[in-house]
């Protein structure tokens, strides 16, 4: 990992929002779609979401402002 780089999961305690809109709303509406039997294309654009979430959560996140210390 980078020299004063972070990961952003490391952080997310601090920031219940994040987890409640990037996580736990995607899950739901996920649950709800599949028991409701809503259209192939919703089921898509929610397991993208899911996915998106994932991989920005997980990027680091640079705590410097560019200097080379």
Do not use: C, N, R
Not at 5 to 18: G, N, W, Y
């Amino acid at each position: 990992m980078l020299k004063g780089a972070d990961t952003m999961s490391s952080v997310l305690k601090e920031h219940p929002l994040i987890i409640y809109m990037s996580l736990i709303l995607p899950a739901l509406l996920l649950g709800a779609t599949i028991l409701l039997e809503a259209s192939l294309f919703l089921i898509m654009v929610i397991l993208v979401w899911i996915g998106i979430s994932f991989i920005i959560l997980v990027l680091p996140v640079t705590t410097d402002s560019g200097s080379s210390q």
